[in-house]
Every structure is written in structure tokens, then in C-alpha cells.
């Protein structure tokens, strides 16, 4: 093995059916290729997944990756990409989670950890320094995310950080997640539903060996001039004081908030929402990733006893999960959402394809497409907020109508039938996340052409660009991006603009970084990036070197999803966002299937198919994928 | 030129500025809210005054409705700018 700087060059490899356990080396020129996170995803699923394996049976694998810079001082990137054949897409699955478990897995000397088979019995995954055994967990199996966890920690001799499921996970449910601690979550694609199907109940790591960088001085150069001037810029203000739920006024204001399943744009309610973001009934702390100094993560103090808590202290629920359980549902009062929000987070479900699968239930309700008793009892309504909790529950026990929500909203609707796909939000089978594409187009476009189903972090979205000498334009200068873009166009400039920003963000997740930390979404500049890449691992990289990463990455991703026997046939949107939402006019149709086909050519694929060219794969040096 | 409008009473004809989605950071004071006696000025002058980046502006609202930043100031107008509302 070359010694490396950045990366340890070390992988663990778990086979839960044998329950064996080694590792496996890489050099340079592998880390070079693939970098780390979703670089590393994309090529384990493609090398040990079998073609159309069951997402949820013993072929599946699932990889946690970290990035090149993880465990140093580098704020945001140590964060994890998790990867497998995702049950609610069958297709690629991807979820990034952030926290201070990629930190600990390379100071334990691991860069990735790659999971095959599925246990006959219940088992976690203990990492210490170096080495590596599966415990029993049959005493765990059946607690909540955090129990699990501190149950786990009483165990381990140094505090270790866990990554684990709930019972939402153990039961199957599509849209399990995997959490990282009581507040990150690895929500989407299912994959808490994988872990779950290999009987893995968690993944505790603790590590106590420095990560060897090449040039100290140069990256702390870096993280320095991070820490003098992130409150200095506006969009890491905003997070470090309310979290991502302050941005619940802007959307509204922008009449981009979902509201009532996407139906409407803006939600009389909005104010109750609102409060999540300020500082409400309850005192609130700001908690952070690794060596991050935004902690955007808040907190509430509840004293009250109403929810439960860690140490007297409560998660502040995320923007997506406030206006997945608020304004889609027509629910104002922010105690639901708060309760909700702890909720999905102890049994480990997303809450994103929770919410919005219950918003599809509610609407079938509305149009006389489903008669339950449960809905009945519960009355299941837009508007209702007491409904929310025992649905969840419901959900999560995969008891009475639960059993069917549980399976997520595109198939509930195909068992529903009669016309319930159309109350169905979802691309590929994963719910959309809280943004409105009819406000900006480009976001639409990546809810479409995501891999691993709708998600709303492919890249940054439209209204950064949409003035000249906006703070997106100065800042991704160095991408080529240079003049303003309407957020409402699909034109070719607006497919370039999606196409460069999506590259862009691939390879922060190749890099394991948190978007909030670098521009056009944060602080850190293009170059400073390169910069920091450079003095942690000592190669003379450049931007374009970053770049292919991320290109290579992308279409890795759609490759897997192209053996499975599929691509343009699923890059498709709601039809609903093709209506107006009460202040934007719908999408037009034609206008954005004709955007989708230049994006493949621009990218060199397909443009009937959307596959990778044999040529283009080649370009990236991905001879060996079929 | 700091044009201040009074009214027939002689009193200062005011309105409210709320910096929003983090926009008070760029202000020199940080602050969250100003009130400025700007009748007759359009937002853009205001937010000029204020020493903040109009670029970074990406949406205003007067009273609770969009509005352009050419838009005139009367008295007792509440104002919110917004930076470029993203993901997260
Ligand atoms: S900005 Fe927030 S999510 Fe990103 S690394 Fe910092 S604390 Fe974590």
C-alpha cells in the first residue's frame, strides 16, 4: 500500500452471512479516480451488486464512505455518503449524513466500510482503533435510534460515535433512514430498511489516530481563514442563528413553500411554522458537524416533558421535516412538528417521504380513494394535526393501513389504483423533498434526473444565479458560470448552468463536504477547496481533476441504474408540477422534456435512453463498467 | 444627497427595513431592522444608504407584497428583503 496523506488507503470489508471481516488496500491512483464518498459508493455497488438483486435480500451491499479531508480540522468534510440498491427506487440509493461518525471511521483507520450479506441473528458493527468485530445485538434489536445508541455506548471504552436504525428499519419500512446520533439523518433511499434486512442494527466507531494530512500549515490556512469569516457571510448568518427552518419565511414570500401535496405554493399558516426557526417556547443551543464552526444543528431545551429528550435537550426538526409535517399537510402548529420530528428520528424514518407519503393519504382521503378505518378513526385530513403521531406509529409497526403507507407513496398508490397515482410526489419512487421546481426550474430538473430518486441537494438551486453580480456568480466564476440565468428558463443556458453546478456538487460529494460550508450555498470559495485537497493529500490536484471526480461519480450512479434496466423512462416529474401552484404557472411539459435530452447530450450520454456512452464511460477511465 | 420628508406636522416620514435569511450580517451595525426616513426613496437608494449589497437581494416585499427594488417608499411602509431563498 502507498502511504497515504488524507486517506488511509484502508477499506473494511463485512460479510454479515459468514460473519468474516478483512480489508483491502487502494493507492494513490485509486483515490486520485474515485476521491472517496459517493466516488467510493459508485464503485463498490457497481463491482459487488449483482444486477437486479432484491434490494432488501443478502446480494445487496451497502457502503459507508468517507472523504479525503474527513477527521481533519476541515470544516463539513467529514461527511459520510452511504450507498446500496435502495428499496424504495430500486435502483441507486445515496443518503449523505453529517456528525462526527466519518471523522472517528478514519481516525480508526478506515476510510469506507463495505457490508455484504445479512446476518442469520442481530449484530453491530464495533470499530476500535484499527480493529473490527460484530457484537450481538439481540437486546438491542427493537429500541429506539438513541437508546440503541447509548446502550452501545455504555460498552465501548472510548466514546464512540454510532450510526444506527430504529424499528422503522428492523420492520422493513421503505423509508427507514439511518441516524447518526439524535439529529443526523441519513433519510433518504431506504437505507436504514438495507441495514435493517442484514439484521445490522449499528455501527459504532471510535478512533484516536491522527489523520495524516501533507501540509499542515497549508490547510490550516484554510480552516482559519473559514473560521474568521464565516459570520461575515450572509448564508452561514442565517444558518448559524435559525438552522435551516428559518427559511420558512423566505419560501413563503417566495410563494415556494409546499403546501397542501404540492397543490399550492403558499400556506396561510406559515407564522406558527415559523417559530422553529427563532428562538420559541424554548431556549436554544446550536450543535454542529466535526470541526465545524456554523452548527446550524439547533436544539430546543424542553422542559416541559412533552417531547422526549437527550439530556433535557430536543433536535430542532430540519426546514424539510418543518414543511414536510407542516405546510404540506396544512398543519400550523409547530409542537406537532417538533413531536413528529423526534419521533421519526427515535424510530428512524425519513421524514421527508414520511410527511409527504401521509399528505398523499390525506389527499386520497379528500377524493374519495380510500375508506379505512384507521383513516376514520384517526380522521385523516389536511388540517388535522392529531393525526400525524398515530399515523407514524402506524407506519413504523406496519399495523392497519401503516402497513400499506409504509411501502411509500408510489406503491400505495398502484395498490390504491383508480387514479391515486397522480396524489403520488415522488420521482422513481422517492418522495420530493420541500421545493417547489415551479419557482426554479433547475430544481425540477434535478428532482428528475437524480439517480437515486427526487432529492433536492443535486445542486444548488436557480434564484443564486438569477442577477448579474449575485453571490452565485461571483463565486462560481472559476466553474464557468458567468452570467445570470432566469430562474423560470429551460433553456440551454439553464441546462449547462444545472450541469456544472450538478458536477460540482458530485464532487463535494466525492469530497465528503457539507454544501452549507462552500459556495455558491456557503463560505469557502472554489479555489480554497482545491487548496485545502492539495495540502491534505499532497497531490498537485486541480479544479478540473475535482470536476471529473464528480463526473465520474454522476454517471457511475447512473450506470448501476442503467444495468438494472432503466433511465429517461423514469426522469420524469409529477404531472401536478405541470399545474400552477396558485402563483406560479405549471411547468411547461414539452419545454422541460426537451431540457432533460439536451442534458444527456451535454453530458455525453443517450439522449433516447439517458445511458453513458461506451465512449464516455471510457473518457472517465470507467473501462471495466458494462 | 440624505433627503429626510417631513409631513404637513413637520414629523419624519418613516419606514421599516427587515433584513432577512441572514442579509443583516452585511450590514455595517448587524442589524436585523432599520428604520429609515426615506419617503420618496426607492429601496434600492435605501439599501445603498445602508451600505448592503443589492445584488444579494433576491426578493423584496412592501407591506406583505413582492415588490421591484425601483420601488418608491411612503411613509409607514414595512419592508423585508430576502438573499436567494436555496435548499437545505
Ligand atoms: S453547516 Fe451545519 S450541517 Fe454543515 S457541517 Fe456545519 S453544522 Fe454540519
Not at chain 1, 604 to 610: A, H, L, Q, R
Request: charged share 20%; hydrophobic share 40%; glycine share 12%.
Amino acid at each position: 500500500m502507498n502511504a497515504g496523506y488524507g486517506y488511509t488507503g484502508k477499506i473494511l470489508l463485512v460479510d454479515l452471512s459468514s460473519g468474516t471481516i478483512a480489508s483491502e488496500t487502494h493507492d494513490d491512483v485509486f483515490y486520485r479516480t474515485y476521491l472517496g464518498g459517493k466516488g467510493l459508493v459508485g464503485y463498490y455497488l457497481l463491482r459487488e451488486v449483482p444486477p437486479r438483486v432484491d434490494p432488501l435480500g443478502p446480494k445487496n451491499v451497502l457502503v459507508f464512505a468517507t472523504g479525503v479531508l474527513a477527521g481533519t480540522n476541515m470544516p463539513g468534510f467529514s461527511r459520510v455518503v452511504i450507498g446500496a440498491k435502495s428499496p424504495l427506487t430500486d435502483g441507486y440509493g445515496e443518503s449523505e449524513v453529517g456528525g462526527s461518525w466519518g471523522a472517528e471511521l478514519k481516525r480508526a483507520g478506515f476510510d469506507a466500510i463495505v457490508i455484504k450479506g445479512a446476518s442469520s441473528k442481530p449484530v453491530y458493527l464495533e470499530i476500535v482503533d484499527g480493529s473490527a468485530r460484530l457484537v450481538d445485538a439481540s437486546e438491542l434489536w427493537g429500541l429506539s435510534t438513541s437508546d440503541a445508541e447509548a446502550e452501545i455506548a455504555r460498552r465501548v471504552p472510548k466514546k464512540p460515535a454510532v450510526m444506527s436504525i430504529g424499528p422503522a428499519g428492523e420492520r422493513l419500512v421503505k423509508f427507514a433512514c439511518i441516524m447518526q446520533g439524535d439529529r443526523n439523518a441519513a433519510g433518504r433511499g431506504g437505507l436504514g430498511a438495507v441495514m435493517g434486512s442484514k439484521k445490522l442494527k449499528a455501527i459504532a466507531v471510535s478512533g484516536s489516530t491522527k489523520v495524516k494530512v501533507k501540509n499542515p500549515d497549508g490547510l490550516s490556512k484554510v480552516t482559519s481563514w473559514f473560521a474568521q469569516n464565516f459570520l461575515k457571510n450572509a448564508p452561514s448568518v442565517a444558518l448559524h442563528e435559525g438552522g435551516t427552518a428559518g427559511l420558512i419565511p423566505g419560501l413563503q414570500a417566495a410563494s415556494m413553500l409546499p403546501t397542501k401535496n404540492f397543490s399550492r405554493g403558499r400556506f396561510d399558516g406559515w407564522e406558527g411554522l415559523a417559530k422553529l426557526g427563532q428562538k420559541w417556547l424554548y431556549e436554544t443551543k446550536g450543535r454542529g458537524c466535526w470541526a465545524c464552526p456554523i452548527r446550524c444543528k439547533r436544539t430546543f431545551e424542553v422542559k416541559d416533558g412533552s417531547v422526549k429528550t437527550i439530556n433535557g435537550m430536543a433536535a430542532c426538526p430540519e426546514y424539510e421535516t418543518v414543511a414536510s409535517f407542516g405546510s404540506n399537510l396544512c398543519i400550523d402548529d409547530p409542537l406537532t412538528v417538533l413531536k413528529a420530528n423526534v419521533y421519526c428520528n427515535e424510530m428512524g424514518l425519513d421524514t421527508i417521504s414520511a410527511g409527504v407519503t401521509i399528505a398523499f393519504a390525506m389527499e386520497c382521503v379528500e377524493k374519495g380513494l380510500i375508506d379505512d378505518g384507521d383513516l376514520r378513526r384517526l380522521e385523516v385530513k389536511f388540517g388535522n394535526a392529531s393525526c400525524v403521531l398515530p399515523l407514524l406509529e402506524l407506519i413504523t409497526d406496519r399495523k392497519g393501513i401503516g402497513d400499506l403507507l409504509a411501502e411509500g407513496s408510489m406503491r400505495a398508490a398502484s395498490r390504491i389504483g383508480m387514479g391515486a397515482e397522480v396524489f403520488a410526489m415522488h420521482v422513481k419512487g422517492q418522495e420530493l423533498p420541500m421545493h417547489d421546481p415551479r419557482g426554479k426550474t433547475g430544481v425540477g430538473m434535478g428532482y428528475a434526473l437524480a439517480d437515486y430518486g427526487a432529492d433536492h441537494m443535486t445542486a444548488a438551486h436557480d434564484p443564486l444565479f438569477a442577477k448579474a453580480g449575485s453571490y452565485g456568480l461571483q463565486t462560481c466564476a472559476p466553474l464557468g458560470l458567468l452570467e445570470p440565468v432566469d430562474p423560470l428558463s429551460l433553456n440551454a443556458d439553464k441546462v449547462r448552468l444545472y450541469l456544472y453546478l450538478e458536477m460540482w456538487w458530485d464532487a463535494l460529494k466525492c469530497l465528503g463536504a457539507c454544501f452549507f460550508c462552500v459556495v455558491p450555498r456557503g463560505l469557502l470559495p472554489v479555489p480554497m477547496v482545491v487548496e485545502a485537497v492539495a495540502a491534505g493529500t499532497g497531490w498537485d490536484v486541480s479544479l478540473w481533476e475535482i470536476m471529473k471526480a464528480g463526473e465520474r461519480a454522476g454517471c457511475m450512479a447512473r450506470a448501476f441504474n442503467t444495468r438494472e434496466g432503466y433511465g429517461a423512462e423514469r426522469d420524469q416529474i409529477p404531472a401536478r408540477l405541470f399545474e400552477s401552484n396558485g402563483n406560479y404557472p405549471g411547468i411547461s411539459k414539452e419545454r422541460f422534456d426537451a431540457a432533460i435530452r439536451q442534458y444527456y447530450k451535454m453530458r455525453g450520454w443517450d439522449p433516447v435512453s439517458g445511458a453513458p456512452s461506451r465512449a464516455k464511460l471510457d473518457e472517465l477511465g470507467l473501462y471495466w463498467v458494462s | 444627497m440624505n433627503r429626510v420628508f417631513r409631513s404637513l406636522k413637520g414629523e419624519e416620514m418613516k419606514a421599516i427595513v427587515r433584513l432577512m435569511g441572514g442579509l443583516h450580517a452585511l450590514e455595517p451595525h448587524g442589524r436585523n431592522e432599520v428604520t429609515v426616513t426615506a419617503e420618496g426613496l426607492t429601496i434600492q437608494r435605501v439599501l445603498e444608504r445602508l451600505s448592503l449589497p443589492v445584488n444579494y437581494v433576491y426578493l423584496v416585499l412592501v407591506n406583505g407584497g413582492t415588490a421591484a427594488i425601483e420601488h418608491v417608499l411612503r411613509d409607514g411602509d414595512t419592508v423585508e428583503v430576502y438573499p436567494p431563498i436555496c435548499g437545505g
